[in-house]
């Protein structure tokens, strides 16, 4: 059992690495293309690693969907989620978007009230509070009041993330997990190709290399994931998602010397704190139920 539960720990580890990797590289293509079709491309990069998995597994079948109009509102959920995200690299570092973005299981916790019923008690209604404080210390970088568009791009990405969490929450009682992954870059790809089309910009042959990273890091990343829910409960495996914030540091440091700010370590630290404890307080409530 000790050896699963730490299987389950590395493989979470080892998908966050690849996705702050996978995320570097649409940093990159923020610089040159508009942010709709970097999501598109991000959409279309991942279609040959989801169905090839599910081919060699012999899968496919699982890909029938079920509930249609859920499947529909991700994928509008996807595009604003990863052209909000995209966006926020554009104009801010790794690790300041992610400093924002990371506030997501929060707003699930939040979200889950009205959405599904679910009841949340003071203790963590207080958590939810005192990180919209670090969000609010992240939005407003300066005593002038002005909110960044990049922290504010980043944010409406968390909110819409935490929204596409709680459909799958509803989604995985009569659609397969195979289902919810494909059709969720499938439309994302084709609602973003869609609207990117009128001011596409034709991909530089030099970026081609970066399209095939997108591609398998967040294959990768995928696969890890799914081997890290595995092998261990998701409550234990849960905060090792945070290390996304040490990976964006290390990013921003070697690949655009960009040195962290007192501004991402008060606001994130407040973010990734309350996280923390709201992931121990669910545990703890499992455990006893």
Not at 29 to 47: H, K, N, W
Request: net charge positive; glycine share 8%; proline share 4%.
């Amino acid at each position: 059992m000790r050896n699963q539960t730490l299987r389950g720990i590395a493989a979470m580890l080892a998908a966050v690495g690849f996705f702050a990797a996978m995320d570097a590289f649409l940093k990159l293509f923020s610089t040159e293309y508009p942010p709709l079709q970097v999501a598109a491309m991000r959409g279309a990069a991942s279609i040959p690693f989801v169905l090839g998995s599910l081919l060699v597994s012999g899968r496919l079948h699982q890909l029938k969907p079920v509930r249609w109009s859920l499947h529909l509102g991700r994928g509008l959920l996807a595009i604003v989620m990863l052209t909000g995200f995209i966006y926020s690299l554009k104009t801010l570092s790794l690790a300041d978007a992610y400093a924002v973005f990371l506030a997501a299981p929060l707003l699930v916790t939040a979200l889950s009230v009205p959405l599904l019923r679910e009841h949340v008690d003071a203790k963590r209604w207080v958590l939810v509070a005192i990180g919209m404080l670090g969000v609010i210390v992240l939005l407003k970088p300066s005593g002038e009041g002005l909110i960044t568009l990049g922290a504010l791009a980043a944010f409406v990405a968390a909110i819409c993330y935490a929204l596409a969490a709680i459909s799958v929450r509803v989604l995985t009682r009569t659609d397969t997990t195979a289902s919810m992954v494909f059709w969720f870059v499938l439309l994302l790809t084709v609602f973003a190709g869609a609207l990117a089309a009128p001011n596409w910009v034709p991909l530089q042959r030099e970026h081609w290399p970066w399209l095939a990273a997108v591609g398998i890091f967040g294959a990768l990343g995928q696969h890890f994931v799914t081997e890290a829910f595995r092998h261990a409960p998701a409550s234990t495996i849960a905060p090792f998602e945070y290390t996304a914030l040490l990976w964006g540091v290390a990013i921003d440091w070697f690949v655009w010397q960009h040195a962290p700010t007192l501004r991402m370590f008060a606001g994130g630290s407040i973010i990734v704190a309350c996280g923390l404890v709201l992931i121990l307080l669910e545990r703890k409530r499992s455990e006893t139920a």
